[in-house]
Every structure is written in C-alpha cells, then in structure tokens.
C-alpha cells in the first residue's frame, strides 16, 4: 500500500500557551510514531497515546476549572469522546484488527488539528487574557 496520508500542518495545532503547546508536542511525536510506516508497534504507541490523552486532557481541564472556562462542557465533551474512542480503538487492536488501527492512526492528525482550532486555540487565548477569547 503506498497510499500517502493526507499531511496535516503541524502548526495548525499550536495555540500560544505553552503549557497546551507542550503537550501537543508530545502528542505530534506520538502520533508520527503510530503513522510510521516503519514501525509495526501499534500496541505500544496506543498505549502510549492513551496515557498521554489522559494527562493532557486532564490538565487542560484543570486550567479550564480554575478559571472559570464558559466553554468547559462542549471542550470536554470532545475530550471525553476522544479519549473513549481511543479505548475502543485498543480493544480492536487487542482484538486483532490491525486495519482498523491503521486506518484511525491516519485520522488522528485530522481531528487533533480541528481540537486544537476550534477548542484549545480559544482556551490557550482565555488564559493568556486575550480580549474575544470569550
Ligand atoms: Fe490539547
Ligand atoms: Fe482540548
């Protein structure tokens, strides 16, 4: 298969606030490792994504707690059904479904970059103060 995946620019997925960009970092390294076609160890890097989005998922969560987010319910909500269709996706790996896996690893830029828009961009501007953040 030769098919190329559609490159996603990775500063899409910046935001301007470290502590957010810094994990989003992490997420790029994580997820060019699931996408490479060199590498077969999708249980590994699943694994490794799966406990990457618990901790960055719940860090963002606590910023927007702290203070006083208005959007914390539609940001989390998308939180929630990432992280559940990431234990969906472990489950079908466990379950032999390696296609599958390829096929959700290829999409996971997509969704993140499209996340980082239109959710973490205006937190990340929330936090630092910025006026239309809200
Ligand atoms: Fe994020
Ligand atoms: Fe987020």
């Known amino acids: 298969m030769s098919q190329a995946a559609p490159r996603i620019r990775h500063d899409d997925i910046f935001v301007g606030f470290k502590p957010i960009d810094d994990l989003h970092h992490e997420f790029q390294a994580i997820v060019d490792a699931l996408t490479d076609p060199a590498e077969a160890d999708y249980g590994e890097h699943l694994l490794a994504l799966h406990e990457h989005m618990l901790r960055h998922t719940a860090l963002e969560e606590q910023y927007m707690l702290q203070e006083n987010y208005p959007h914390y319910g ?3 909500r998308e939180h929630d059904r990432f992280v559940e269709r990431l234990a969906d996706m472990r489950r079908r790996f466990d379950a032999g479904d390696v296609d599958g896996v390829r096929h959700y690893a290829h999409e996971l830029m997509g969704w993140f970059a499209a996340h980082a828009q239109n959710q973490d961009a205006p ?10 953040a809200r």
């Open 123 to 132: 937190l990340a501007a929330y936090l630092k103060g910025e006026a239309g």
């Open 74 to 76: 539609v940001h989390k």
